[in-house]
């Protein structure tokens, strides 16, 4: 409990300190304000324009991720699949992979002055691919998110596949029922916990989405801005604007919207579950 309190609730509970207090540009030091910077980031067009970005990323990103997840863990578990083992592995690699070398690799690959996406255009004598450009940036994001994160959620799809009990599928083979119809009656209702699971995460994920566009912005600054997701923009204002009481008002608000949707898409996988 000790170490609870201190490495969970004490972050907790200075970062609330911090966002009722404000600094004093002329006078120096800091005064209470209330909820004076909560109201501030509630009227932020900055910090909603970041949210609204992230909201559509997560409606977008998440399903696509977690349906080519699920078509993996289906696949390995099908025992018309040869060499399932190795198929795993590759799966599964990405995820070994630090989010940081991940990005600069992808990065590496959308450059439009460099590597595939110029190889391309040189190719083709044009610029038709481009990444990195303003209307494109966020669904290179989401490629870069996808390609790390679907082997981390196939493994949990895989690992509730492994936990059915063989008699229902003896039972199902009994019945005649081919493997199309196993997989909508027998795995997918069985896998009902696990999808659940694997959502809220990837809810939490998107709404923490920093590290890819962070490392991005090094090479567009121009397309991402400092602004570009609600975690960059309170990094951005602690780090690089001095503004740690409302970085810290920023980053609750941005908490509570997190925790309240990922619970109640809690509650309605456990009223289905039911």
Known sequence: MIVFALTFLAPIGYALGLSLFRDQAFFGGTTFVGLDNYAQVLG??????????????????????????????????????????????????????????????WGFIYGDRFGLAADLNHLLGRDVVAPLSSGWMLASIGNIVTWEFVGYNMLIFYSALKVIPNELFEAAAIDGAGPLRTIVSIKLPALRGAIVIATIFSIIGSFQLFNEPNILYT????????????????????????????????????????????????????????
């Open 44 to 105: 932020d067009a900055k910090f909603w324009e970041s949210f609204l970005r992230v909201l559509l990323f997560l409606a977008v990103q998440v399903p696509v991720m977690l349906l080519l997840a699920l078509v993996a863990a289906l696949a390995i578990d099908s025992a018309r699949l040869h060499a399932a083992g190795f198929f795993r592995i590759v799966v599964f690699l990405p995820y070994a992979v630090p989010a940081v070398v991940a990005t600069l690799m």
């Open 219 to 274: 090479l567009k600054p121009n397309v991402i801005g400092t602004f570009y997701t609600p975690n960059m923009y309170a990094y951005n204002l602690s780090f690089g604007g001095q503004q740690y009481n409302y970085s810290a008002t920023v980053a609750i608000v941005m908490g509570a919207i997190t925790a309240v949707i990922a619970y109640a898409v809690q509650l309605r996988g456990a009223r289905k579950g039911m």
